[in-house]
């Protein structure tokens, strides 16, 4: 089983370093008055882990928006 591991490991390493080298063309975004200009590989990895971080923050809200709303012990 760990063969299967290291091996979906490798497939997926390389999809990514495949993707990067084929996305290197360069793209704008704005947002209100400012702009920035980076490659698209760079602007979805960075979209990705805004992503996450923006998802585990919304989960812990909730987390805590169900455990406030849970019966209090007193």
Same mark, same amino acid.
């Given at each position: 089983?760990?063969?299967?591991?290291? /091996? *979906?490991?490798? #497939? @997926? !390493?390389?999809?990514? &370093? *495949?993707?990067? @080298?084929?996305?290197?063309? /360069?793209? !704008?975004?704005?947002? @209100?008055?400012?702009? &920035? !200009?980076?490659?698209?590989?760079?602007?979805?990895?960075? #979209?990705?882990?805004?992503?996450? *971080? !923006?998802?585990? @923050?919304? *989960? /812990?809200? #909730?987390?805590?928006?169900?455990?406030? /709303?849970?019966?209090?012990?007193?």
């Amino acid at each position: 089983m760990r063969y299967v591991y290291i /091996a *979906l490991i490798v #497939v @997926f !390493t390389a999809i990514v &370093v *495949l993707f990067k @080298f084929q996305n290197l063309e /360069a793209v !704008t975004v704005s947002l @209100f008055s400012s702009s &920035v !200009t980076l490659p698209v590989s760079i602007l979805v990895l960075a #979209v990705y882990i805004l992503g996450m *971080l !923006t998802g585990g @923050f919304v *989960l /812990a809200l #909730v987390r805590g928006w169900i455990r406030g /709303a849970g019966p209090r012990a007193g």
